[in-house]
């Protein structure tokens, strides 16, 4: 322990003994639109300061980002934190007070003192935390300082994460960084090997390649586990404690780390088809480690681009985002876009209470509209005595009123990942971190099924919690694949079968019924298209999918060969190609299938096209992977392709509703004209106005959802 550091902690404890003999003492009263801020020891043994100033005015700052509880998700570490909570002692117009702080809060001020008198940390004099700044006790100065914590953190010289003062995993996470660092930066020099190399879909040996060296696979666990383990990465309150403030930086015990490195070593990442290093799960939910630092740099981006935008009256370069994602035009909807986008942005987060889900967005949104958000005035004030079902119900109706596209039902989960109970169908559970991909972001703007002009909405009312739309039906589901996220089978050595199950459900669902020809293509362009949503990305453009899709096969299956060997499974995975290969006369990919496994037998060290078949199979493995979040393959009666709702069932009902950009599937209930809502669903060749060619439109008429 250094010296600096022993002293500090034996002041600490010395004043800690001393104070716990006094009582807590009542905060003075706080003034609207005024805040507290704590003015941090200049020498070693001082007390802070607490101070009022208007929010308008007040001296440079740092504001403080932490969890309450336990920085840890361990249980010794929620244990040790458990309503723990200290004495801490500040000076209020002179007169020495006693505070009760959490433990969390306590280590992480203590912690900053120290590295400021090490002089590792240089910060403001001046910090906002709110367990301190804020009476905890005083549920009205609550109520007044919860919504203008927007502008807290906005006004802030700089925001300070503290990830508390363990540091499990920080050397293997810092590892990582400090081997990727150099190669992001050499990313920037037009032209270098690195450039070359990484500007397209690449592999984890493309990377070791340029790094000279494999990676330690135990850095490689670190930096997962890291994400993994600490409570912050997940709290819906950072979202805007990291996206309002121009500067960020982290401290895990006595490191000190920069936000904008973080961020950029996990964009680069995601630019990877490093599969390994995409499919580490973390411990709460199915998403690769790190999800939540994309999340929040989605928000700070998007509040980069406000600040470049705030002097034009339609949100500049926000409108084309916003515009694209809910057909909004005017200043009003376009206010309403803001909180759409806020509330699709945090969705992974997650609260300890519902209500937050909503309220966790205000700091921004207010941010962002400003005075053009005075008609949300009853959503501002957090009104915790009603239920989060009320309150998501009013938002979502909000939304569903003022915006001319349907795009908040595409933010409805999928039924297996609801978790509020008596809340309408119709209504996204924002609780809900486990979602599908919305075809509001994997689509937008291309399809326009009911071909809406700018700015047009259809019918919508609200009687209680039943919505009435506008709409018609177009056909029913009758076949459904498998898909790996509804297998039961918890033996990891067979759910290693799953896939090729699923590949075998696929060809099934393709040729256990008619299937109608879309736009002149066969039923294998059909099956592939549908799989990735008729879609592109950086990894995958359509002049090579059909080839990617080819490697993909051939992948699962040789891998499922040389661990199982030609299994029933394997032999009737394969009879099944061949049979719907040739029931479509395709160009059959079954020979290079064939060719490539007798390459394998042969000699396991050497493939012939190993590469760009391993780089095609996860290139089309990725991008249909973002489609088929909580959503799988079907047919309908007429011989449609989609993909839809995991929960869907055979006779569930495609509906078009009026100034929809997507179809919806609907479920019958007992009571005639009265439906639930399962989800929205891509249809194969009718996501632009094809299914009003037969006259749909003038067959639309009321439908009620509950």
């Known amino acids: 322990m250094s010296r600096t550091k022993k002293k500090f902690q034996e002041w600490q404890n010395a004043s800690r003994a001393i104070i716990a003999r006094d009582p807590p003492t009542q905060y003075e009263s706080l003034d609207n639109h005024a805040f507290r801020l704590l003015k941090l020891p200049s020498v070693m043994g001082e007390c802070s300061h607490l101070h009022h100033f208007p929010l308008n005015d007040c001296p440079e700052y740092t504001a403080l980002s932490y969890t309450w509880e336990s920085p840890l998700l361990t249980a010794k570490s929620i244990a040790a934190y458990k309503n723990a909570q200290v004495n801490a002692s500040v000076k209020v117009g002179g007169v020495t007070k006693v505070i009760r702080i959490t433990k969390s809060l306590d ?76 190669v992001i930066r050499q990313l920037e020099t037009p032209g270098s090997e690195a450039a070359r190399v990484f500007d397209s879909a690449w592999t984890l040996q493309d990377l070791e390649s340029a790094l000279g060296g494999g990676i330690d696979l135990r850095a490689w666990a670190s930096y997962v586990s890291f994400y993994e383990k600490r409570r912050w990465f997940s709290r819906t309150w950072v979202a805007q404690e990291v996206a309002l403030p121009s500067h960020t930086i982290i401290c895990c015990g006595h490191e000190v780390l920069g936000w904008d490195i973080i961020q950029e070593v996990k964009d680069f990442l995601r630019g990877s088809l490093a599969i390994d290093l995409q499919t580490l799960r973390t411990v709460h939910y199915a998403r690769p480690a790190g999800y939540e630092i994309a999340t929040m740099s989605r928000l700070k981006n998007f509040m980069a681009v406000f600040r470049r935008s705030v002097a034009s009256p339609n949100f500049g370069e926000l409108y084309p985002i916003l515009h694209d994602r809910t057909g909004a035009t005017t200043s009003e909807q376009l206010t309403y876009a803001v909180l759409h986008e806020c509330l699709t942005s945090i969705r992974s987060l997650d609260s300890k209470w519902g209500h937050d889900k909503i309220y966790g967005v205000l700091g921004i949104f207010s941010k962002i509209c400003g005075g053009n958000g005075h008609k949300l005035d009853e959503l501002v004030q957090p009104n915790y005595d009603l239920s989060a079902q009320k309150v998501f119900t009013q938002v979502a109706w909000l939304l569903l009123r003022e915006l001319p596209s349907l795009c908040v039902l595409s933010s409805v989960e999928d039924a297996s990942a609801r978790r509020l109970k008596g809340l309408p169908s119709w209504v996204p559970d924002w609780t809900s971190a486990i979602t599908n991909n919305s075809l509001v972001s994997l689509l937008s703007p291309s399809a326009n099924a009911s071909i809406v002009s700018d700015g047009y909405q259809g019918y919508r009312k609200l009687a209680d919690s039943l919505l009435t739309l506008n709409g018609g039906f177009f056909d029913a589901v009758a076949d459904v694949a ?56 950086t990894l995958v453009n359509l002049p090579v999918a059909g080839d990617y899709f080819s490697f993909y096969i051939s992948q699962l299956l040789s891998t499922h060969k040389a661990k199982y060997g030609a299994d029933k499974l394997y032999t009737r995975t394969l009879r099944q190609l061949k049979r719907f290969q040739g029931l479509n006369n395709i160009d059959s990919p079954s020979e290079f299938i064939i060719d490539f496994f007798a390459a394998m037998l042969e000699d396991n060290v050497h493939v012939p096209q190993a590469e760009p078949v391993q780089k095609g199979h996860l290139a089309f493995a990725m991008l249909a992977g973002l489609v088929s979040i909580r959503r799988r393959l079907f047919r309908t009666r007429n011989g449609h392709l989609g993909m839809g709702p995991l929960s869907m069932r055979k006779d569930d009902q495609i509906w078009l509703m009026d100034g929809a950009h997507y179809p919806f599937l609907l479920r019958r209930t007992a009571k005639e004209n009265v439906f639930t809502f399962v989800g929205d669903l891509y249809l194969h060749g009718h996501m632009n106005g094809e299914m009003l060619q037969d006259g749909l439109r003038d067959r639309f008429k009321h439908v009620t959802i509950k």
């Open 107 to 182: 280590e992480a001020l203590s912690t900053i003192n120290e590295l400021r008198f090490s002089g590792t940390l240089q910060i403001p004099e001046y910090i906002w935390a709110d367990g301190l700044c804020i009476n905890q006790q005083d549920k009205a100065e609550k109520q007044i300082q919860v919504p203008l914590m927007g502008e807290i953190y906005s006004n802030c010289t700089l925001a300070l994460v503290w990830l508390g003062r363990d540091e499990t995993d920080l050397d293997g996470f810092l590892h990582i960084h400090n081997l990727l660092e150099p």
């Open 482 to 537: 498998e898909s790996p996220q509804t297998s039961k089978i918890l033996n990891p050595d067979k759910r290693q079968r799953v896939p090729v199950s699923c590949l075998r459900s696929v060809f099934d669902v393709c040729m256990n019924g008619p299937v109608t020809s879309s736009h002149g293509q066969s039923i294998w362009e059909m099956l592939w298209r549908t799989m990735i949503a008729d879609r592109t990305s």
